[in-house]
């Protein structure tokens, strides 16, 4: 998925709100395959499970989040149809998630070869509020970033400064 394109200033970003929000060591549950982050929380002392990539629309990890410190949701919930049953569903008292948000200027992405890489919802931050919030979330820290790419054009430049990425630490 990253074969050319590691996203750096992303990963940097999530790791230091995650680690501000919830340091380690700290036994997380990871939603989604194994992936590049996953191997970063690792080398920063986090103990890490992910979830095998069952689709959490149908079977939504009810029971197996108890036994850990933190469930994490990096890029994860624009993916789901329904994510409102996941993050209701929790049993863990800490979330951090990211999320895309939507870029006026863009459509939502859809891979034309991966029916799992595409995004059913790009959020507008008081959108994944709402969802958190009406889930039974209390929302203690948020952030904001942006994702410059290394190309000319005005689409480009709009992504120098234009937030595209949106964190929030939650508790219940």
Known sequence: MYENTF??????????????AVPAPAKVL??????PFSEI????????????GEDLDLYPLVDETT??????????FE???????VLKDLKT??????????????????????MRDRHYHEFEDWQFDWLLEKAGWNIKKRAKWTNP???????????TITPRYYAVYAER
Do not use: C
């Not at 990871?30 to 992936?35: A, K, P, S, T």
């Not at 036994?67 to 994860?76: K, N, Q």
């Not at 790419?149 to 992504?159: A, N, T």
């Open 7 to 20: 996203p750096n200033k992303r990963f940097k970003k999530t790791l230091e709100f995650l680690e501000n």
């Open 93 to 114: 008292n800490k979330l951090v998630a990211t999320v895309p948000l939507k870029l006026w200027f863009a459509d939502a992405y859809r891979s034309k070869t991966d």
């Open 41 to 52: 929380m690792k080398s920063h002392n986090y103990k890490v499970t992910n979830t095998s």
């Open 149 to 159: 790419v290394q190309k000319l054009g005005f689409r480009p430049l709009l992504r």
């Open 79 to 85: 993916h789901l149809l329904a994510p409102f049953n």
């Open 30 to 35: 990871d939603l989604g395959v194994e992936n």
């Open 67 to 76: 036994e850990f410190d933190v469930v994490t949701a990096f890029e994860i």
